[in-house]
C-alpha cells in the first residue's frame, strides 16, 4: 500500500504565500511523477504543478510564474511554494503521484486526501 500524505494548507490573505508539501510512503519500488491538482468549488479539478522523476516540470498557465515545484526524491516528498496568492486560487489541492509498488507491476496513480487553501480578498 502507498499512502500520500498531505500538509501546509491553510488560510492566507492576498498576495501571501504558502507551501504545501506531499510525502509518500508505503510499498515504494519506484516514482515516476508527483504532483498537485485542486478543485476549486464547482469547479473540475484541474493541474497545477507536476514534476518528473528526472526534474521536468509543467504549470498550469494561472499558476505559471508565481508557484514553483520541487521534489526530493529520496524521501518521496514534493513541496509546491505558492507566492503571490489569490482569492481565485481558493481550492482543495491534491497530491498525485505515480508510484510503482514492485519491479513487476504498473505504474499506479495515487491520491491524498487533499488539503484546502484559502486565499482572502
Known amino acids: 500500500q502507498v499512502q500520500l500524505v498531505e500538509s501546509g494548507g491553510g488560510w492566507v490573505q492576498t498576495g501571501g504565500s504558502l507551501r504545501l508539501s506531499c510525502a509518500a510512503s508505503?510499498?515504494?519500488?519506484?516514482?515516476?511523477?508527483m504532483g498537485w491538482y485542486r478543485q476549486a468549488p464547482g469547479k473540475e479539478r484541474e493541474l497545477v504543478a507536476g514534476?518528473?522523476?528526472?526534474?521536468?516540470?509543467k504549470y498550469g498557465d494561472s499558476v505559471k510564474g508565481r508557484f514553483t515545484i520541487s521534489l526530493d526524491s529520496v524521501i518521496h516528498t514534493v513541496h509546491l511554494q505558492m507566492n503571490s496568492l489569490k482569492p481565485e486560487d481558493t481550492a482543495v489541492y491534491f497530491c498525485?503521484?505515480?508510484?510503482?509498488?514492485?519491479?513487476?507491476?504498473?505504474?499506479?496513480?495515487?491520491w491524498g486526501q487533499g488539503t484546502r487553501v484559502t486565499v482572502s480578498s
Open positions: 498525485n503521484a505515480g508510484i510503482w509498488t514492485t519491479e513487476n507491476d504498473p505504474l499506479q496513480d495515487y
Open positions: 514534476i518528473s522523476s528526472t526534474s521536468v516540470t
Open positions: 508505503g510499498s515504494i519500488f519506484g516514482v515516476n511523477s
